[in-house]
């Protein structure tokens, strides 16, 4: 029974024991809990709950102390000898401070006093269950992760990148000596990962870590908590407190968003660093203190300190030891590295059979800009494996937001390689995305320059399909995307490809219904309208846009989001551009 491998895989079973009288509350804490996705068995009194407790092992037991034939001591005496996994939550209809001091003495995790919420009770058993693996895990440091790549120690910081080796060599050079260290860097970039780092590879591994989140606590509080303080200092102060200077003592302090900091905290934490004395909130005597502080930040220092916002004195002192570390979109080397990682990662905890990534779901995330860094890219990587249909991500498994924006209007197609389908379209350097992207988005300075002047002769010579043999005079001959069977006469007169029978149920309309098919130079040139509408020079660059987008689709087989990749623009702005080639015919 007091085996701890066996009582980690039983508490990993997410069991809740509930302890309770009356049996409408009783079934309310029950359904609650199970909807949750908890394992539930539920009684309702005291011998029934120790022959429960000792029969089947339980993360966590919420008991009702007016429960007959219970005695709440006494049961949480024997659970923290035969099973001291299991954590009690009491439940009192009495608020007695004295009651409540005693039993969380004698090892009870909570005391609530009701009326209890149902939510208040998911929420603590989704915390403790969180918490209690978290430890197991670190405890046991890691039969399962060690496999996942990159990892050397506690920390994985997973890199090929060489400015962010040169940072984590520097980190394990200073990590065992008692300098400040001040790591600067975007949100989601790994901040707290550098610090934890630092810690792990110093003499102090062994002590506490303790992280203090300056941003997430009022003024007030934020200095009792760093600080602590003494019984009475304040209105509910009823116990003395050590701050988490004292906390982290013989270890390491870590201070995230330190310039959110108030002004006049800055100037006592100052005197902390420079004395190593602490003094709480309503003490008369200082407190040494033994801690090394890493703190971090999102915004420019420098900045905050011409803005009067961060004090001088206090960051030369933090910034003894500076990290700077690279956003994701400048170390893109690393995406590969990480998205492999993530995957593993989440194919393990969420016991998913993904393998990797299509490349075209790789080249969609390559050309991301991540904002928020490596936490965005680790979301974007779990929700693909938890949406993947195949042993591989897809484009759409990665739900970007051009892929929301067509799942919620109903207009989402699968790509062609995603679809598992032979992906056969193939631009050439003629007509290559970039060179797309570049003429959708500055157009031809030949062509451009024809318009602004009104040169004719010019615009007529124009080439709009990236060759010198694309001119007019050689147009018949001309290889519109470097393949003979692509040329525009095959395309156009292919009949899956015109608007009458087009397979996608976005359905491409193309620009050439004001052409008359009477005309005799039409019809000396080729039956097929559209045939000759191709072959026509563009007169403007609104007009070599519109048959490069038709063309696109065309190959694409109308699928919006592919052809919207290959043209190097948003579905949103594709789709914008159709809508306006509609209302225009």
Known sequence: MNDRSQGLNNMLENRVLIIQEDFRERVEMTEALEQAGFKV????????????????????????????????????????????????????????????????????????????????????????????????????????????????????????????????????????????????????????????????????????????????????????????????????????????????????????EITEMQYHLQAKLLRVIQEKVVDRLGGTQPVEVDVRIVATTNRDVKESIRQNQFREDLYYRLNTIPLVIPPLRNRIGDLKLLCDYFIQKYTKIDARDVKGMTPEAFDLLSRQKFSGNVRELENIIHRAVLLAQDELIAPEDLMMEDFQTEFSEGTYKPSVAASGEKNDVVFSDNLSSSSVENTLNTGSANAGNALNTGNTANAENTTYGGSADNSPSNVENASYSGSADDSPSNTVNDPSLTPSTHSSSNPVIHPNDHLSSSSSENKANNDNPDDFYQKMPPSSLKEMEERMIFNTLDKTQGNRTHAAQILGISVRTLRNKLNEYKEKQ
């Open 41 to 256: 068995d539920s009684v309702q009194s005291g011998s029934d709950a120790e022959n429960a407790v000792f029969r089947q092992k339980f993360f966590l037991v919420v008991a009702d102390i007016d429960t007959p034939e219970f005695s709440v001591l006494d049961f949480l005496n024997r659970i923290n000898v035969e099973a001291p996994e299991t954590k009690i939550m009491v439940v009192s209809l009495r608020p007695l401070v004295e009651e409540a001091v005693s039993l969380m003495k004698h090892g009870a995790f909570d005391f609530v006093v009701k009326p209890l919420s149902m939510e208040q009770l998911i929420l603590t058993a989704r915390h403790l269950m969180s918490k209690i693996v978290d430890s197991e895990k670190a405890a046991n440091n890691d039969a399962d992760t060690k496999s996942l790549p990159g990892r050397k120690n506690h920390i994985e910081i997973i890199t090929c990148d060489k400015s962010m080796l040169r940072l984590l060599n520097l980190a394990k050079r200073v990590a065992d000596s008692t300098a400040s260290v001040l790591i600067q860097g975007e949100s989601g970039t790994g901040k707290e990962l550098f610090a934890r780092f630092v810690h792990e590879n110093s003499k102090r591994k062994n002590m506490p870590f303790v992280a203090l989140n300056c941003a997430a606590l009022p003024e007030n509080l934020l200095e009792s908590e760093m600080f602590g303080h003494e019984k009475g200092a304040f209105t509910g102060a009823v116990a003395r407190k050590e701050g988490k200077f004292e906390i982290a003592h013989k270890g390491t302090l870590f201070l995230d």
